[in-house]
Nanobody, 122 residues
Framework: QVQLVESGGGLVQAGGSLRLSCAVSGSIASIYTMGWYRQAPGKQRELVATITRSGSANYAYFVKGRFTISRDNAKSTVYLQMNSLKAEDTAVYYC????????????????WGQGTQVTVSS
């Protein structure tokens, strides 16, 4: 069974920083694209940033220059460094992973973490 476990959320003042982590575990052969999404109350889930296995990153316009996504393939972990946080960044942040299985194994390719709350006070 594949699991994504997120950590690092919390309460921070506007202008502050937080670092989110998401570790993937389970019987998989590799992880392709990993990403972070967020969902604020009353709003749809939206993409924050994604990163390919080779390290190519893509950001939503509203976090460019403030957030940095990175990954450690040896640890099957993706990170999101969030700087210059704003009140509008308040949301539940979800990790996503596109996984592949080895020969003789099969299962879903798309997995989500349970979410971690980020609250930015103004």
């Amino acid at each position: 069974q594949v699991q994504l476990v997120e950590s690092g959320g919390g309460l921070v003042q506007a202008g502050g920083s937080l670092r989110l982590s998401c570790a993937v575990s389970g019987s998989i052969a590799s992880i392709y694209t990993m990403g972070w999404y967020r969902q604020a109350p009353g709003k749809q889930r939206e993409l924050v940033a994604t990163i390919t296995r080779s390290g190519s990153a893509n950001y939503a316009y509203f976090v460019k220059g403030r957030f940095t996504i990175s990954r450690d393939n040896a640890k099957s972990t993706v990170y999101l460094q969030m700087n210059s946080l704003k009140a509008e960044d308040t949301a539940v942040y979800y990790c996503n992973a596109d996984v592949r299985y080895g020969l003789g194994s099969a299962g879903p390719n798309d997995y989500w973490g349970q979410g971690t709350q980020v609250t930015v006070s103004s």
